[in-house]
């Protein structure tokens, strides 16, 4: 059985930075697209990041340049590094994985999905 496993939440003051960790048990993603999402209370989940087999990235607008998408694959864990952190940023915040190679900002397009981390982010 796949699992998705967030970790690395929690409150922090604007300004501020957060590590999140997601960690894969049960297949190896080291040749698939992985992704995070986040949503915010009363709010559709949106795009983070993704990241594809190649290395390649692509950021929602208004994280570019804050947030950072990376692996570890000896590990089978991905990581978002949140820099710079904002109020606006608030939200739970969602690993994902694919069965293909490449990334994707739709969430349709991956298989698999975390429980979910909150981050908070206080003015």
């Known amino acids: 059985q796949v699992q998705l496993v967030e970790s690395g939440g929690g409150l922090v003051q604007a300004g501020g930075s957060l590590k999140l960790s997601c960690a894969a048990s049960g297949r190896t993603f080291s040749n698939n697209g992985m992704g995070w999402f986040r949503q915010a209370p009363g709010k559709e989940r949106e795009f983070v990041a993704s990241?594809?087999?190649?290395?390649?990235?692509i950021y929602l607008e208004s994280v570019k340049g804050r947030f950072t998408i990376s692996r570890d694959n000896a590990k089978n864990t991905v990581y978002l590094q949140m820099n710079s952190l904002k109020p606006e940023d608030t939200a739970v915040y969602y690993c994902?994985?694919?069965?293909?190679?490449?990334?994707?900002?739709?969430?349709?397009?991956?298989?698999?999905w975390g429980q979910g981390t909150q981050v908070t982010v206080s003015p």
């Open positions: 994902a994985g694919r069965r293909g190679g490449v990334f994707s900002t739709s969430s349709n397009a991956y298989d698999y």
């Open positions: 990241l594809s087999w190649s290395g390649a990235t």
